[in-house]
């Protein structure tokens, strides 16, 4: 065995070249022999360096690239895994290899021959001249030549008609989803938490998904389709049902009723995406704002909403925003005032700001947030001065969906949504109208807001006629059916505004 790769120059970008087997003893010498020798004496624009990660093999595959080492003479490094890691659980291995020994980049090539090694060149070096975050050698650029390499047909169209509904949900526009000739960047690679992948053949799916989600470069080039003696090793119909599993779960989970720490690329920070413009709690809060309001909006969770009052309905807008916003030092741009509190603080209905006279108090997404909702609700009553319209926002617990995933057992908390990590308390219509009437809040409006689904599916048609239904069936029975809930609501005065009022009369 070779020692492990190192550096030949500390300024030439290193590529790796990692070959992933499993039982492939036939193959694997061919494999190796087939790497172009220019790659590997390459000593101006880069250095190359090749890895063997077998995948606890059952057969001689490991002998063959030691004796391959031995007869060819090229520096080879073997690694072995105890225990086999399965297909995506062996990439995981191979990129982690990759980012801690420096590499710049790495070329994922298969040990059964079924891609050619003689293209590599092609992937990789958009990755050496950054162009790229990702190149993936694509058998579906040049369709004909697929089933003239060999693709069976029923391979074929299968991975046609999974890449046109995987481009449908994902917005992209890829020639193929499933090949597995690929080539990274690693300081890609270190921004996508591919640890929680899948460790089967969809791996491949969910790294993509987390590629485009972070908006990062990809690039195809159209590659040879060979299909020979080499061990499939694939489920087709449960790599589909798989691939597109995963696909549909991580458009979900941008709406908080599933979530996955594979799609959680800012863990620990929590980000609200702009509802302007169409029905949401954002939408429903503008229709009940005055304009030439004076606003405070307690939160601050969405400051184009602030940015829309001000230059759209000539607002005034003063916003009081929790230590732990993850864009608080941003926020200045956007409210006329601002000022960073402990939302939880007992020193908060004194603040000076709640003293003010306001026309409409936001409260968004807030109340479900707070450890002590009555207790809090009670003090912005007996702290604000005047009679403001508050408008409130909170997600609906009893929305179907929620109740179909407790019947299943699931409680699936997520970064954002019904059950947000940072939720504390959760309500329905009647818990919410309880806390109110409780803490003396009087109820004016109250509607179901129905889920973003601009959000989720970026398509207006359809993003449109699911909106549309779900309005319909909010207005039969919007406890079931509503996603959030929204109330305008004031308060009544308390006991000294009464005593007061009673003195002066």
Same mark, same amino acid.
């Given at each position: 065995?070779?020692?492990?790769?190192?550096?030949?120059?500390a300024e030439l970008p290193r590529l790796l070249i990692l070959i992933l087997t499993y039982n492939a003893q036939q193959h694997?010498?061919?494999?190796?022999?087939?790497?172009?020798?220019?790659?590997?004496? &390459?000593?101006?624009?880069?250095?190359?360096?090749?890895?063997?990660?077998?995948?606890?093999?059952?057969?001689?595959?490991?002998?063959?690239?030691?004796?391959?080492?031995?007869?060819?003479?090229?520096?080879?490094?073997?690694?072995?895994?105890?225990?086999?890691?399965?297909?995506?659980?062996?990439?995981?291995?191979?990129?982690?290899?990759?980012?801690?020994?420096?590499?710049?980049?790495?070329?994922?090539?298969?040990?059964?021959?079924?891609?050619?090694?003689?293209?590599? &060149?092609?992937?990789?070096?958009?990755?050496?001249?950054?162009?790229?975050?990702?190149?993936?050698?694509?058998?579906?650029?040049?369709?004909?030549?697929?089933?003239?390499?060999?693709?069976?047909?029923?391979?074929?169209?299968?991975?046609?008609?999974?890449?046109?509904?995987?481009?449908?949900?994902?917005?992209?526009?890829?020639?193929?989803?499933?090949?597995?000739?690929?080539?990274?960047?690693?300081? /890609?690679?270190?921004?996508?938490?591919?640890?929680?992948?899948?460790?089967?053949?969809?791996?491949?799916?969910?790294?993509?998904?987390?590629?485009?989600?972070?908006?990062?470069?990809?690039?195809?080039?159209?590659?040879?389709?060979?299909?020979?003696?080499?061990?499939?090793?694939?489920?087709?119909?449960?790599?589909?049902?798989?691939?597109? #599993?995963?696909?549909?779960?991580?458009?979900?989970?941008?709406?908080?009723?599933?979530?996955?720490?594979?799609?959680?690329?800012?863990?620990?920070?929590?980000?609200?995406?702009?509802? !302007?413009?169409?029905?949401?709690?954002?939408?429903?809060?503008?229709?009940?704002?005055?304009?030439?309001?004076?606003?405070?909006?307690?939160?601050?969770?969405?400051?184009?909403? /602030?940015?829309?009052?001000?230059?759209?309905?000539?607002?005034?807008?003063?916003?009081?925003?929790?230590?732990?916003?993850?864009?608080?030092?941003?926020?200045?741009?956007?409210?006329?005032?601002?000022?960073?509190?402990?939302?939880?603080?007992?020193?908060?209905?004194?603040?000076?700001?709640?003293?003010?006279?306001?026309?409409?108090?936001?409260?968004?997404?807030?109340? &479900?947030?707070?450890?002590?909702?009555?207790?809090?609700?009670?003090?912005? #009553?007996?702290?604000?001065?005047?009679?403001?319209?508050?408008?409130?926002?909170?997600?609906?617990?009893?929305? !179907?969906?929620?109740?179909?995933?407790?019947?299943?057992?699931?409680?699936?908390?997520?970064?954002?949504?019904?059950?947000?990590?940072?939720?504390?308390?959760?309500?329905?219509?009647?818990?919410?109208?309880?806390?109110?009437?409780?803490?003396?809040?009087?109820?004016?409006?109250?509607?179901?807001?129905?889920?973003?689904?601009?959000?989720?599916?970026?398509?207006?048609?359809?993003?449109?006629?699911?909106?549309?239904?779900?309005?319909?069936?909010?207005?039969?029975?919007?406890?079931?059916?509503?996603?959030?809930?929204?109330?305008?609501?004031?308060?009544?005065?308390?006991?000294?505004?009464?005593?007061?009022?009673?003195?002066?009369?």
């Amino acid at each position: 065995m070779a020692s492990p790769p190192k550096p030949k120059s500390a300024e030439l970008p290193r590529l790796l070249i990692l070959i992933l087997t499993y039982n492939a003893q036939q193959h694997i010498q061919s494999v190796l022999s087939r790497i172009p020798e220019a790659v590997l004496k &390459e000593k101006e624009r880069y250095q190359a360096d090749i890895v063997v990660l077998d995948d606890a093999s059952h057969d001689d595959t490991t002998g063959k690239v030691t004796a391959f080492m031995e007869h060819h003479g090229r520096p080879v490094y073997l690694l072995k895994n105890l225990q086999n890691q399965g297909y995506g659980g062996n990439q995981k291995i191979g990129y982690h290899y990759a980012i801690e020994e420096g590499y710049d980049a790495v070329l994922m090539l298969h040990g059964d021959g079924q891609y050619a090694p003689e293209e590599m &060149e092609r992937l990789f070096l958009p990755l050496i001249e950054n162009k790229a975050d990702a190149v993936f050698g694509s058998r579906m650029l040049c369709k004909e030549d697929a089933l003239k390499g060999g693709m069976p047909r029923y391979k074929y169209w299968g991975n046609r008609i999974l890449t046109h509904l995987q481009n449908w949900l994902m917005r992209a526009e890829l020639s193929e989803f499933h090949s597995g000739y690929r080539a990274y960047r690693t300081d /890609a690679l270190r921004h996508l938490p591919f640890i929680y992948n899948s460790n089967d053949f969809d791996f491949d799916t969910d790294i993509i998904i987390q590629l485009l989600d972070q908006d990062q470069r990809i690039i195809e080039v159209p590659i040879p389709t060979h299909y020979g003696e080499e061990t499939c090793h694939v489920n087709g119909v449960k790599y589909a049902l798989q691939i597109l #599993r995963s696909t549909m779960l991580s458009r979900i989970q941008r709406y908080g009723i599933y979530y996955s720490p594979k799609f959680d690329y800012e863990p620990g920070i929590i980000r609200y995406t702009p509802k !302007l413009t169409f029905p949401s709690s954002h939408f429903f809060a503008m229709k009940h704002i005055p304009d030439g309001s004076i606003v405070l909006d307690i939160g601050c969770h969405c400051p184009k909403l /602030a940015e829309f009052l001000r230059d759209e309905k000539s607002c005034t807008v003063h916003g009081l925003a929790d230590f732990t916003h993850p864009d608080a030092a941003a926020l200045n741009n956007s409210y006329s005032r601002l000022e960073i509190v402990n939302m939880d603080s007992t020193d908060l209905p004194t603040h000076h700001f709640l003293k003010q006279d306001y026309d409409v108090i936001l409260l968004l997404d807030i109340l &479900e947030k707070r450890e002590h909702p009555e207790q809090w609700m009670k003090h912005l #009553r007996h702290a604000v001065s005047n009679y403001p319209s508050f408008i409130l926002t909170v997600g609906n617990i009893a929305f !179907l969906p929620v109740r179909l995933s407790f019947l299943l057992g699931a409680f699936n908390y997520g970064k954002r949504g019904i059950l947000g990590f940072g939720h504390k308390r959760l309500f329905t219509f009647y818990t919410l109208r309880r806390l109110l009437k409780a803490e003396k809040y009087d109820i004016i409006t109250e509607a179901g807001i129905p889920v973003p689904w601009p959000l989720v599916f970026r398509q207006q048609f359809l993003s449109s006629l699911l909106l549309k239904i779900q309005q319909f069936f909010i207005r039969l029975r919007r406890t079931l059916f509503a996603f959030q809930i929204g109330m305008v609501i004031t308060r009544a005065p308390t006991l000294a505004e009464r005593l007061e009022e009673a003195k002066k009369s």
